[in-house]
């Protein structure tokens, strides 16, 4: 009976453990310094290396000066490395992911804005081109 109570206790406290250690997995950006494409629309790629092996897919938040977020589940997966795009206008601010390992900004490229942002919804609005010349 006593090797079966200690045996219970030992498996509590590895799950409190295990439960403990994973809500304080989490990866920041390592690499943000001005990151900006302006007024600009950009594509944004981040990589999370050194996932924890038995990870399963990740989630990335990430911000950036102009108001935009992003919320996103990985494009690709390997067995430590998973990949996610943004699109978003303005200074990169922060990101994170709900995995371990290491997160960085691995690209970002900026064309110009196909729309306007309305303020009110943050939605995009695509200007008026003016009546046809025809």
């Known amino acids: 009976m006593r090797i079966q ?3 219970a206790v030992r498996t509590a406290f590895v799950a409190i453990a295990l439960t403990l250690s994973g809500a304080v997995m989490a990866a920041d950006i390592s690499n943000v310094n001005g ?12 990589v999370n290396n050194q996932v924890p092996r038995g990870s399963g897919d990740g989630t990335l938040t990430a911000t950036w000066s ?6 996103v589940g ?15 206008s303005g200074e990169l601010l922060s990101a ?5 390992g290491r ?3 691995s690209d970002f490229s ?4 196909k729309c306007d942002i309305d303020p009110k919804t943050k939605e995009c609005v695509v200007p008026d081109p003016g009546p046809d010349p025809k």
Do not use: I
């Not at 102009?66 to 919320?71: A, E, I, K, L, P």
């Not at 900026?110 to 804005?113: F, T, Y």
């Open 5 to 7: 109570k200690t045996h």
């Open 35 to 46: 990151q900006s494409c302006a007024a600009l629309s950009g594509t944004w790629h981040f």
């Open 66 to 71: 102009s108001g935009d977020t992003c919320t």
């Open 74 to 88: 990985p494009s690709a997966t390997t067995r430590s490395v998973q990949h996610f795009y943004c699109m978003a």
């Open 96 to 100: 994170s992911t709900n995995l371990g």
């Open 103 to 105: 997160l960085v900004l």
């Open 110 to 113: 900026c064309e110009d804005k």
